[in-house]
Structure formats: C-alpha cells, structure tokens
C-alpha cells in the first residue's frame, strides 16, 4: 500500500503547509532565539566601547572633573617611552612563549592520539593546568618559588644547579623564564586539544597504507599529518598571540611589572595608568590602539595561514 500524499489546494494541504512553514520559515523565531545574545554584545561589548572612544578624548582623571581635550591623547602616544617599552616587552614574551605552547601541545596530542590505556588520563592530567587558570597557577607559584623553602628552588638545589636561594622575581630575566614556563605549562592544554580534534579526523587508513609502503614515523608526520592540521595549527597560533599580547594575571599576580618596568607588558602598563596614576582618558586611548594592533595582528595571521586552493 503507498502513502498518499494531500493534493495541493485541499484542506489538509494548507493545514500541512501552514504547520510546517510555521515552524520552518518564520524569521520572528530565529530572531527571538539570537536576541538573548545580540542584547548581551550590545549591553557588554558595544555600549562600552562606544563609551571608552568617548572617554579617550578627554582627560578624565577617574576621580573629579574633567574635559574635552580632543585628540591629545592619541597625538601623545608616538613620545610614550614607558607604552613603547610594555610593546616591545610584550612582543618578546609572545616570542618566547608561542613556538614552545606548540610544540608541547602537539607533543602531548601526539601522546593522548592513540586510545591505549591510560590515554583518558592522560588527556585529563594535561588539561588540567588549562582549567585551573593562569591565575590559581600564579599564586601557587608565589609559593614554589619562594628562596629556600620553595619547590622550585628545592629542586634545582637538589639538582645542583642552584644553592636554592634564587629569588626570581628580583630579576627581570629570571622573572620572564619563569614566567614563561608557567604560561607554557598552563596553556599547552587547549592547543593538545584543538591538534588532537584536527588528528582525529585524519583517516587511520592513509596512515597504514603509507606504513605499508615503508614511511617512518616522521615521514607519516610531516606528509599526512601536519598538512591536514593547517587550521587547528593556525587556530591554535591566533590564540596564543591574542593571549600573549592581552597577558596581565601572572604579571599582576607574580611581578606587578617589576623589578621597576621590567616584566610589564602593555596590558599592565595601561592599567597602572588608568588606576595607578589616575589618567582614565590616557589609558583609554591606549587600549583603544591595543584593539586595532591585535586586530591587524589577528587579520595577518588568518591571511598568511589561510587555506590556499
């Protein structure tokens, strides 16, 4: 026996229609579902920025009157020795730590790839400096790397290779590398992640037929594997330099900048200057140029590893 179908133009027909164009075609649904979201980036997002440009052209000092001073703001950025000094800092910190974020994180995706035993753990164990924050992280090593009782020094003392009694954060060098292996350690999570989604979807069997015709590990690697993993690859750099260049929580919580301006990166040179020195209006126009720099970083980036047909 087949299924009839209502012919067009009887009653059970536009009964038909107009349950599933009710449910298919009207755009007053869809719109009701996204404007939960589009009210949250116009209240959060929009409003205030539209509001920081407003404040970027005054001298608003935080606490008391203040004035409309045009583009002076702006036109005193090329002279800021101590906002130039944070950028040049700040982009040897995201040199420093992208490359080696990688490469952990490819090296752990490599590990967790393979479902033998112990890889969920694994997985977990190396996801868990990521979920714990850079924050947490930063304050228990306020603790480690304490001179003479902390791990940090316990260890290298143990080792030999120190007598225990470094203290890092008196040296601006000594601060970054620690630094920066706390932020490498704590972030190489996601970038596990998003690699190990991209290695996933690679088919097991283009791996064993190049195994069956005598390809090494690495020849597997560098002719199947990394050209398939351009995006997550280009996905996982866009983040860490968004990341590096937007760094403030283990600066803040660990060094405050210091010793003097040495560990300061721009992000927390603009805030010592909008709650530090009180120069609201100053601070405003130099986040508002922290924008447009990370936009046109992140824009390069898509462009150079985009997919080229």
């Given amino acids: ?5 209502p012919r067009a133009g009887t009653p059970s027909a536009t009964r038909a229609s107009r349950r599933y164009g009710t449910i298919t075609h009207r755009s007053s649904t869809g719109l009701l579902l996204v404007l939960p979201a589009l009210a949250f ?3 959060f997002v929009l409003v205030p920025f539209v509001f920081a440009i407003g404040i970027s052209f005054t001298n608003w000092p935080l606490v008391g009157a203040f004035r409309f001073i045009g583009l002076e703001n702006f036109a005193a950025i090329p002279g800021d020795t101590a906002f130039w000094k944070a950028v040049g800092y700040t982009l040897l910190y995201t040199a420093i730590v992208t490359g080696p974020i990688l490469l952990v994180g490819y090296l752990m995706a490599v590990v967790v790839r393979a479902n033998r035993r112990g890889s969920t753990v694994l997985r977990t164990l190396f996801f868990l400096p990521y979920v714990i924050g850079l924050s947490t992280l930063s304050f228990l090593l306020v603790l480690e790397a304490q001179p003479g009782s902390g791990a940090v020094n316990l260890v290298l003392q143990g080792l030999g290779i ?3 009694q470094t203290a890092w954060f008196t040296s601006g060098p ?3 590398v620690l630094i920066s292996l706390l932020v490498v350690w704590g972030v190489s999570g996601l970038t596990m992640v998003l690699l190990l989604a991209g290695m996933q979807a690679v088919p097991r069997e283009v791996h ?3 195994e069956v015709d005598g390809a090494t590990w690495w020849q597997r690697e560098r002719s199947i594997t990394l050209p398939m993993l351009r995006r997550p690859i280009a996905m996982s750099l866009i983040l860490s330099v968004i990341g590096s260049f937007l760094a403030f929580s283990q600066f803040f919580i660990l060094t405050q ?12 040179a603009i805030y010592n200057r909008a709650f530090v020195q009180l120069q609201v209006g100053s601070a405003t126009a130099l986040s508002l140029v922290l924008v447009l720099v990370v936009a046109l970083v992140t824009a390069a980036q898509f462009w150079l590893l985009r997919e080229k047909d």
């Fill in 162 to 164: 120190t007598d225990g």
């Fill in 208 to 210: 064993e037929s190049a």
């Fill in 257 to 268: 900048g210091g010793p003097g301006t040495d560990t300061t990166p721009v992000v927390l």
């Fill in 174 to 176: 000594l601060a970054t």
């Fill in 41 to 43: 980036i116009v209240v």
């Fill in 1 to 5: 026996m087949s299924a009839t179908t």
